[in-house]
DNA sequence: CGTGTGATTTAGGATATCCTAAATCCTGTT
DNA sequence: AACAGGATTTAGGATATCCTAAATCACACG
């Protein structure tokens, strides 16, 4: 519980790791050095170099050979690393008119960059958003989140009608294809039927129809509706 | 006359380097290893090092012992930089409420990691600003500036009236101080009259009067009234 | 219950940036 | 024209981040 250092004390390298930490402990527990590795397109032994300087600072806590989870700390940088990708994301479909499938790389250099005051003003110029342009939920200044999960498209039932509340932000040419498909969040999307095998999934998206392949469709986060 | 590298290429400490030494030349034809060491409060000893770097990769020109000067490359990574810093000043005052002694320090760290596509939607968000808060110009995206140089108020004639045109925007406290007189670009000005041995300067600002020394109204830019 | 394979860490380097201390250069003044 | 003092560069280090190659570990399977 110590006292955070100010956001500009935290390099961009170090935000980015424990940004990627937060999110891959999410769906594991832990985060294992290949995982991280992965997801910041980064050598595996530059991960374990970076976990111990982490570790040093006590923002995560490191288990030889077992991967790292966040300390208290550690997960208040995440988060509001977090909230500055999300908030700038937000702001710039919202206030200057960006594509919803450009506005990640933009966010990804700006978050490390934009002081809390920026933060606050454009989070209050677009009316204090509750999710981004994907649906994300954004931490509060408090540091807290919306973090329930959502059942993916490819999960949904045939004949049942749902709401898409998220989809994932990274990559540009797929959210491209997703937003001309209609599959964006708060569209109302009914599963018609999905070929077996990893076969083609037919959807009713708006009034039109359209098939998908299930790695796409997992990506797609959705509300079944009642 | 080689293509410059993407923005990205260029690493915030380079971006610095340049647009100090852009700064410098524009007073002193050349810009000496400790005047540049002074501006970003950095040991003369590294800013050797720099030099030889900035050299290498024929942004500058360096004579032994002599200083250095932007090579045409050098130049036009500086205006890009330039351009970015006031567009980004001047966004943050007229699209986000910023105070005027708020915004050099945001600026300063954005500019580092906004893209072309970012900055040319802010300016033309806020009306394609041709000058910053303080009165700085900005380049035009080609990378022209308006490099006319104004007269010092502590220069005037006295008895003058004469419009602020620019201030000088590195120190937050002096220019809330010059706020607060009402010294902000467009203001009328006249000066009174002026003590000798660096005395006072009495001036009248809108309907005020007021009285200042000679450092400050050395930083305050005017032009003169026919 | 040994063993191989994949995950992880260590070893050894490279780069960019900064520092202090010590040389070296230049120039104006005597 | 020599020299002192200030400006500049070199020498030697520190830190943060990344890399490849080599060693080491853990666990599941035969």
Chains 1, 2 share one sequence.
Do not use: N
């Amino acid at each position: 519980m110590t006292a955070l250092r100010a956001p500009e004390a935290y390099t961009a390298p170090v935000e980015d790791y424990l940004k990627a930490i937060y999110e891959i402990e999410r769906g594991a527990g832990a985060a294992a050095t290949t995982d991280i590795a992965q997801r910041l397109a980064i050598a595996p032994a530059s991960v374990s170099g970076m976990i111990r300087r982490l570790a040093e600072q006590g923002l995560v806590a490191h288990e030889r050979y077992h991967g790292v989870r966040l300390t208290d700390d550690g997960r208040r940088v995440a988060l509001r690393t977090l909230r500055r990708h999300r908030v700038i994301e937000a702001y710039l479909t919202r206030a200057l008119g960006y594509a919803w499938d450009r506005v990640h790389d933009e966010a990804e250099r700006l978050e490390h960059a934009a002081s809390e005051e920026l933060i606050d003003r454009m989070a209050a110029a677009v009316g204090e958003p509750a999710v981004d342009p994907h649906g994300a939920p954004i931490p509060t200044r408090e540091g807290e989140i919306d973090d329930r999960d959502h059942s993916a498209l490819v999960e949904l039932e045939p004949r049942r009608w749902a709401r898409v509340v998220r989809v994932s932000d990274d990559d540009a040419a797929r959210l491209r294809y997703l937003g001309e498909l209609g599959l964006v969040p708060g569209a109302r999307v009914k599963l018609l039927d999905r070929a077996p095998f990893g076969g083609p999934i037919r959807l009713r998206v708006g009034g039109r129809e359209c098939a998908i392949g299930p790695a796409l469709a997992a990506v797609v986060g959705v509300e079944a509706e009642e």
